[in-house]
């Protein structure tokens, strides 16, 4: 029949010091990645696409599951090019539900919401479109971010969620900064929308919170 296996959150190895850094990494799992620490992520990255990808997390606010199925027609830098109800938001981008995606990652909000995009967020995908273009097979691919020739050989398939956070991981040990996942990336957004006083009517629309009441989180007074 089935079997039930306890795993313990904190592995205690060698007495109370080891479980005193295990409690302080994942306190620290829980502050959002502020401007500086940012800084210090994009100047470690080795490539167009990672820099994008930390972009759309940081600056857009998007989760991982919503940066690995955008598709490339969801992006529109110049509205006036496409028909789109949402062009008078400038460049923007649409989350929708992914269904299709390789990797079964999706979104956690199926209905579809548009997220502006700044300068610095259109001049990153530019620039991973020209890097994109090298990618064998990229102009058959629907999906927007694509891995690169590897040992695995997946040049040209579609990337997955866990190779982000992987990515961030390593970017972030790089940079010699603290432990550093995607939705801190994402919870850093909102701490400064929140500080620059963001009505939570408009805040909720650019995170795509379901619920008004989720950024609690963020109307705190940050340090």
Do not use: N
């Not at 620490?37 to 167009?48: G, H, M, N, P």
């Not at 610095?120 to 273009?133: F, N």
Request: a positive charge.
């Amino acid at each position: 029949g089935p079997e039930v296996r306890l795993r313990s959150r904190y592995v205690i190895r060698s007495g109370t010091t080891t479980a005193d850094r295990w409690v302080r990494q994942h306190r620290e799992q829980r502050r959002p990645v502020t401007a500086e620490e940012f800084a210090l992520l994009i100047s470690q990255v080795t490539s167009a696409r990672d820099a994008f990808c930390l972009a759309l997390m940081r600056y857009c606010a998007l989760r991982v599951g919503q940066v690995v199925t955008l598709k490339r027609d969801r992006i529109h830098a110049m509205p006036d090019a496409v028909p789109c109800p949402s062009h008078r938001m400038g460049p923007h981008l649409h989350v929708e539900a992914a269904v299709d995606h390789p990797h079964h990652d999706g979104v956690k909000r199926r209905d579809p919401f548009a997220v502006p995009m700044g300068a610095a967020v259109v001049q990153l995908w530019w620039a991973w479109l020209e890097e994109r273009a090298a990618i064998r097979g990229a102009a058959e691919q629907a999906w927007l971010l694509l891995a690169f020739a590897g040992p695995m050989g997946r040049e040209g398939q579609a990337l997955g969620s866990s190779a982000v956070r992987e990515m961030v991981k390593v970017v972030a040990r790089r940079a010699g900064l603290r432990h550093v996942t995607p939705h801190q990336l994402r919870h850093g957004f909102g701490q400064e929308a929140a500080d620059a006083d963001v009505p939570p009517d408009l805040l909720q629309r650019l995170l795509g919170h379901a619920r008004i009441e989720s950024q609690g989180a963020y109307r705190k007074t940050s340090d």
